[in-house]
């Protein structure tokens, strides 16, 4: 067991000497709060007996202390495992004040150790303007060891009002921060009326706080002298005639707000103005009208206006030439409240008159045929609003332009007859078919079938189009007679003419696609090399590295809008290094026939090298044992001088000794 102090004093007792013995061993003198104890036994008042520790009769004698750090309050509830003494050393004299700041002096003591930092205006204070008595939590006073309370740091509350006054005398909650900060007092910082269940629009947001609060129609509220002061909470907000006169004298009701805006009192919302309940109510394009449009509201909105009929606002803006079998209608026949345009004349009442609509026709705006006139003759003849009731509809031209400029007049098909290649469900795609496209001359099959018009009629994708055309193209902008049909006319050669003098480019190719040939195996041979053995089964791209930078998806059209992708296939290859490299690093070059593959080596497989035979082929006959031998024990592996590996077969040694070695005189075979 240590040796601790009580355990020194007890065997001081026994010493010759007694008490004299004590005072030679106590470190010194107590302080004053703790100068009773200084005598033989009191020593176990603090000290205790054994290993108990000294922090625990420190909190049994100052159970002011023990309640803070039970419930982990202030400084001595957040460092109460650092242990007593680290702060209140004794034994060092009368006159200690029994603090040992760590920081030098309470001026410097960092206050946001006890968990209450200190900001705002509270940095700035002096410490006893906070730790006074008056200011100590009653109950802990009362279990305060220290009979001088103003000299105790203890027992303060962190609720602003514990040191303040409320000045809203409790109708908020205590929490005063979540308004108000620590450095001053006004403005109310954090306070955000927003958040409030009146948040404030409009003119609200330009008064001040009493307009509302210490209002003279508002509730009231009285302090100890009798005068009127600020109420908060509760506040009366529902009704705007809490704090507002009512100007109408209770004629339309309490609920101001649904005719009026907080941005001003003569700002009135007319989407919630109910104006249903008058006589004429608003519908469609009406709502949108402004009040003053029928009001005057100089005069109090002036005397209702007429609204028996369109006519007593509006002009008639045909002129009288809106009419239906021959009666001049009103307005409401063909149009309503919510707008003028469109007119609600139907397609189904157009059909029953003498252009009836299909197609496209039934799409089209009214004014895309009805349209607007802007001179000052066509407005008196026609009405203000300019509009052609009846325009011309003898002939598709009585609208349209002829969108291929003439190309077609004197041609197979009928001038301008544009039924016979479009009708009115679009003028694109066209009509025309595949049979009557090829009784043009020209059959459309494979990928020409499903192409666009405009890919072939393009006047932009063919370099011989342009000296041939004359005139105009039209809106359309389509070449339609088109000059020569062979296939180069269009798109580029990829093959840069290689195969012009011996084929054609549909021998080799079809029209529904480019990318995959019609060469097979036996219309290669043609070609000059016969694949055969492997040959067979090899991609065509690892012999034709043009094809190596993809699929190729077809022929670069001439417009150059495309990447033009060149496929000579001009090189020619009949031997195998023209495409192999030797592996055998040029050892049979001094052979007869030199290296050539196929003496060894079939199209079926490098390996094994089915034709060599190694009793012709070579000067060493395979005999006895050695026929069983496998090839790499004789034909080893070596490195040549650019750091390639090789499998040396020739030349090498063929007496025995050179694989082998001799024996010495006496051995036994």
């Known amino acids: 067991m240590p040796w601790g102090p009580s355990r020194w004093l007890a065997v001081a007792l026994l010493l010759p000497g007694g008490l004299s013995t004590v005072a030679q061993l106590s470190p010194g003198p107590l302080s004053r ?22 922090s625990s009769r420190c909190l049994d004698c100052h159970g002011a202390i023990a309640q803070l750090v039970q419930a982990g309050r202030g400084l001595h509830g957040k460092e109460a495992d650092r242990g007593c003494a680290r702060c209140h050393p004794e034994h060092v ?10 920081e030098g002096s309470s001026r410097l003591f960092q206050h946001e150790r006890s968990g209450w930092p200190l900001s705002g205006k509270h940095a700035a204070l002096e410490c006893r303007a906070c730790h006074a008595a008056d200011r100590q939590d009653p109950l802990l006073l009362a279990r305060m060891k220290n009979r001088h309370p103003e000299q105790s740091w203890l027992g303060l509350e962190t609720s602003c009002t514990a040191c303040h006054a409320d000045p809203h005398r409790g109708e908020l909650d205590d929490d005063c921060l979540r308004c108000h900060g620590q450095q001053a007092w006004k403005p109310a910082s954090a306070f955000d009326h927003q958040a409030t269940d009146f948040a404030l629009a409009g ?54 707000n649904r005719c009026h805006v907080e941005q001003g009192f003569r700002q009135v919302k007319r989407e919630s103005f109910d104006h249903s309940r008058t006589r004429y109510p608003l519908q469609g394009a009406h709502l949108k009208v402004s ?43 063909c149009h ?65 332009q002829d969108a291929h400029g003439g190309q077609l007049e004197g041609g197979a098909r009928s001038a301008g007859d544009c039924a016979d290649c479009h009708d009115t469900r679009g003028f694109a795609p066209s009509t025309l078919t595949r049979d009557d496209h090829r009784r043009l001359g020209f059959g459309l099959e494979g990928s020409h079938a499903v192409a666009e018009c405009r890919a072939c009629h393009d006047p932009r994708r063919h370099r011989f189009l342009a000296p041939m055309i004359s005139g105009s193209l039209g809106s359309a902008g389509l070449a339609l007679a088109l000059g020569p049909r062979s296939c180069t006319a269009c798109h580029v050669d990829p093959h840069q003419g290689g195969f012009e003098a011996r084929r054609k480019c549909l021998d080799c190719h079809q029209a529904t696609s480019f990318g995959r040939s019609r060469i097979d195996l036996s219309s290669h041979a043609q070609l000059g090399f016969a694949l055969d053995g492997a040959h067979r089964a090899l991609p065509c791209v690892d012999c034709h590295r043009e094809l190596k930078g ?120």
């Open 291 to 333: 009040c003053v449009k029928c009001h005057d509201r100089q005069k109090a909105w002036g005397p209702r206006p007429a609204f028996d009929s369109c006519r007593r606002c509006h002009a008639d803006p045909h002129a009288g030439r809106a009419s239906l079998g021959g009666q001049v209608v009103d307005c409401s026949r």
């Open 33 to 54: 709060a703790h100068q009773e104890l200084d005598s033989t036994r009191g020593c176990f008042e603090c000290h205790g007996r054994g290993d108990e520790p000294l």
């Open 550 to 669: 993809g699929p190729v998806a077809g022929p670069a059209l001439l417009d150059g809008t495309e990447p033009v992708r060149r496929l000579p296939f001009g090189e020619r290859r009949s031997r195998c290094e023209d495409c192999h490299v030797d592996p055998h690093g040029g050892q049979f070059d001094s052979r007869e026939r030199g290296s050539a593959c196929d003496r060894c080596h079939s199209v079926q497989a490098f390996r094994p090298a089915d034709r060599f035979d190694h009793e012709s082929d070579s000067r060493f006959r395979l005999a006895g044992a050695h026929r069983g031998v496998e090839c790499s024990k004789c034909h080893r592996p070596a490195i040549d001088g650019q750091g390639k590996p090789y499998v040396v077969y020739r030349p090498l040694p063929s007496t025995c000794r050179d694989c082998h070695g001799g024996r010495q005189a006496g051995e036994k075979p």
């Open 203 to 256: 003119r609200h947001r330009e008064l001040k706080c009493d307009d509302c609060h210490l209002a003279a129609r508002g509730p009231t509220k009285l302090n100890a002298a009798g005068e009127r002061v600020p109420l908060y909470k509760p506040l009366p907000h529902d009704q705007c005639s809490t704090c507002h006169e009512d100007v109408h004298r209770g004629r339309l009701g309490a609920d101001c």
């Open 336 to 400: 309503s409240v919510v707008a003028f345009v469109p007119a609600t004349f139907t397609v189904e009442e157009h059909q029953r008159s003498s252009w009836p609509l299909d197609g496209k026709h039934a799409e089209v705006e009214c004014g895309a045929c009805h349209q607007r006139r802007r001179s000052a003759d066509d407005r008196r003849r026609l009405g203000p609003a300019g509009v052609m009731i009846r325009p011309p509809h003898e002939g598709c031209r009585d609208c349209h």
């Open 93 to 102: 004299g009368r006159h200690f004040e029994l603090i040992a700041w760590e």
